[in-house]
């Protein structure tokens, strides 16, 4: 079957410290995967999205980078964490261009 | 760019009213739209989408949505609401043309159905 894996479910982390946040899709083979940064009245925000290993697009200007260095991995990472990084951040995975659906993880919650 | 705005941020109701949650999309293109509910502590669920076909779609959980697309409208509809339904609700669309499939959300609304 098709899952998804996404950790630490939490995590507290000082201003100025590293992140590395991972997902892991099981199950299939070259998906699309997805990270969204969820914020209260704001929706979910799609940040980094990825067609393939090593190909990273960015859809807002931040703090964060993403890579995918396997075709079922794909981690959101930040040199130095801003105070305004906090937030939920959420994986996501799609086929053939969500004609199927989305599969989204369980979710990060981060507090700087 | 696509953008999809939801213009109810909050909405209480009691049991047994109806409901209708507005959902507009921004974009020329041909889109597939979405509804997914997020229950306090669960992740994200599809409630339904279009892709084609008829404009009027059916739902998990009595709820349904019609696609009006001279008014680039989705609006999401359950003709009487249960105290479960308390929930935060999204619309979302994507291109159809496009092959990377990036769905775009609303801003979500906060439902709270009171019993």
């Known amino acids: 079957s098709q899952t998804i894996h996404q950790w630490p479910a939490t995590l507290v982390q000082p201003v100025g410290s590293p992140l590395s946040l991972e997902c892991t899709v099981e199950?299939?083979?070259?998906?699309?995967l997805y990270w969204y940064r969820q914020a209260a009245g704001r929706g979910l925000q799609l940040l980094f999205y990825?067609?393939?290993?090593?190909?990273i697009s960015s859809e807002v200007p931040q703090n964060l980078s993403a890579s995918r260095p396997q075709d079922r991995q794909f981690i959101l990472s930040s040199k130095k964490l801003l105070l305004s990084d906090s937030g939920f951040y959420l994986c996501?995975?799609?086929?053939?261009?969500?004609?199927?659906?989305?599969?989204f993880g369980s979710g990060t919650r981060l507090t700087v | 760019a696509q953008s999809v705005s939801q213009h109810n941020h909050h909405v209480i109701l009691s049991e047994a009213a109806s409901l209708e949650l507005g959902c507009n999309y921004s974009?020329?293109?041909?889109?597939?739209l979405f509804w997914y509910v997020q229950y306090p502590g669960q992740h994200l669920q599809l409630l339904l989408k279009?892709?084609?076909?008829?404009?009027l779609v059916k739902g998990i959980k009595g709820f349904e949505a019609e696609f009006i697309k001279s008014k680039f409208s989705f609006n999401l509809r359950k003709p009487s609401v249960q105290w479960s339904d308390t929930a935060e609700y999204f619309c979302?669309?994507?291109?159809?043309?496009?092959?990377?499939?990036?769905?775009?959300f609303g801003q979500g609304t906060t439902l709270q159905v009171k019993p």
């Open positions: 996501a995975w799609t086929k053939d261009r969500g004609l199927y659906g989305y599969t």
């Open positions: 199950g299939t083979s070259n998906p699309n």
């Open positions: 990825s067609v393939g290993i090593g190909q």
């Open positions: 974009y020329g293109g041909t889109v597939n």
């Open positions: 279009y892709f084609s076909g008829d404009p």
């Open positions: 979302a669309v994507n291109d159809r043309g496009s092959n990377t499939g990036k769905l775009i």
